[in-house]
T-cell receptor, first 118, second 113 residues
């Protein structure tokens, strides 16, 4: 089946540094990629939707200048957490639909990135 | 807004035990309901789904029935195996041309031999 490869799986960084997370669709083209984050004991929350060749759409309350999303090709989307702070420590996960599916049934997920900011 | 509430884990069971993971939801429209599973080191995978009231989704021995009257979608399996150890996420999606899936917090299941 379709695979989404996400790297790194775990990253520890110092406060104030930037961290880039990559998601690649390995055997299909992803014109859209969804980025989620999950704080401990909370739900996976949609942060933003990235679209190949255009600006990302951010959910309410998500700072677009802090969470930079680039979707430069049909197989790669990146999320950069700029000037990370301890409160950004979270589990980040991407997902992509290989085909348009409004009911979310054919979403393929990366394995997630656990970010810890010291 | 839409939300999903599922039981907190971790849940620890012996092999061949009966499993129930509770899930309830609130939604403004008529949602489709899903269970996703995440095995260690892998991404979330769709386990089963139900798109309307009284539908039963099933896969790999797992079942869940869409109960509109109780707004629930509990996950069950009659006899769990060690290989079922994973994190299970209940989720819903409202159709409307925009793929927005609302997830629960996830329930970690550990099955011991």
């Amino acid at each position: 089946g379709a695979v989404v490869s996400q790297h790194p799986s775990r990253v520890i960084c110092k406060s104030g540094t930037s961290v880039k997370i990559e998601c690649r669709s390995l055997d299909f083209q992803a014109t859209t990629m969804f980025w989620y984050r999950q704080f401990p004991k909370q739900s996976l929350m949609l942060m933003a939707t990235s679209n190949e060749g255009s600006k990302a759409t951010y959910e309410q309350g998500v700072e677009k200048d802090k969470f930079l999303i680039n979707h430069a090709s049909l197989t790669l989307s990146t999320l950069t957490v700029t000037s990370a702070h301890p409160e950004d420590s979270s589990f980040y996960i991407c997902s992509a639909p290989p085909t348009l599916d409004s009911r979310g049934e054919k979403l393929f997920f990366g394995s997630g990135t656990q970010l810890s900011v010291l | 807004g839409d939300s999903v509430t599922q039981m907190e884990g971790p849940v620890t069971l012996s092999e061949e035990a009966f499993l129930t993971i509770n899930c309830t939801y609130t939604a403004t429209g008529y949602p489709s309901l899903f269970w996703y599973v995440q095995y260690p080191g892998e991404g979330l995978q769709l386990l089963l789904k139900a798109t309307k009231a009284d539908d039963k989704g099933s896969n790999k021995g797992f079942e869940a029935t869409y109960r509109k009257e109780t707004t629930s979608f509990h996950l069950e399996k009659g006899s769990v195996q060690v290989s079922d150890s994973a994190v299970y996420f209940c989720a819903l999606s409202i159709s409307g041309g925009y793929q927005k899936v609302t997830f629960g917090t996830g329930t970690k299941l550990q099955v011991i031999p």
